[in-house]
């Protein structure tokens, strides 16, 4: 996982849960001096371990906390990197963006640690709909889900989700559409 979502993740529980249980989680996974790295690849496992502990000493449930880390990530990342999707206007453009965004992130990493990112994603697109074949041992299909959500109700857009296959319920990837139904108040 490329660091910038590690040190997402420690942002968010300190924002969400205060100082105290962030550094909770600090010590339960061994980072107190670690600086997460936006330019460094930390491995998948290091990254199911922190989740499990955040899930841990915030006593959530995975999905509900999975959910709100999403709309977390949106306003960080959206923003935080805006250059990506300057001039964008349109919650598909941004779906059919993100693969290449992530590409474009790992680009100076290790061939073996790009591969396993950028193989994570897979878009199909039909006219109606966008179809992500999204296969990760992170199994964050509702982190993909909640910013896509986030991304529409940014952009004013309707959307419905549906996820016919998912890891979670013993599938080999999950497959997320997302069907776009144009502005909100408006016809698609
Ligand atoms: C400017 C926009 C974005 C930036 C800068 C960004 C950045 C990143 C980075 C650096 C990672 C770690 C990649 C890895 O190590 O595998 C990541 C993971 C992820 N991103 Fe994005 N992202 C953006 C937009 C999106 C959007 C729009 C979605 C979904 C609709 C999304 C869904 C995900 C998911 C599900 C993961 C976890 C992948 C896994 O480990 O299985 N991202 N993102």
């Not at 980072?31 to 990254?47: A, C, I, K, L, N």
């Not at 349109?90 to 992130?105: G, S």
């Amino acid at each position: 996982m490329i660091g910038i979502i590690n040190k997402l993740l420690f942002e968010f529980v300190g924002h969400q849960w205060g100082a105290e249980t962030e550094g909770k989680l600090r010590a339960e996974t061994g980072t107190q001096m670690v600086e997460f790295r936006m330019d460094t690849y930390y491995p998948d496992t290091e990254w199911q371990a922190q989740l499990a502990a955040a899930l841990r000493v915030t006593g959530q449930a995975e999905e509900a906390f999975v959910w709100d880390f999403g709309h977390y990530c949106g306003v960080e990342l959206l923003k935080g990197f805006s250059g990506f999707v300057r001039g964008v206007t349109t919650t598909r453009e941004v779906i059919t963006r993100q693969p290449r965004i992530h590409n474009t992130l790992s680009s100076t990493f290790a061939r073996e640690d790009r591969d396993r990112i950028n193989e994570k994603f897979r878009l199909a697109e039909l006219s109606d709909r966008t179809i992500m074949h999204y296969q990760s041992p992170n199994r964050l299909c509702t982190l993909y889900r909640s910013i896509a959500q986030w991304v529409a109700d940014e952009f004013g857009d309707t959307i419905v989700i549906e996820e016919p296959r998912c890891q979670k319920r013993g599938d080999a990837e999950c497959e997320i559409h997302i069907i776009y139904k144009g502005k909100k108040g408006q016809p698609a």
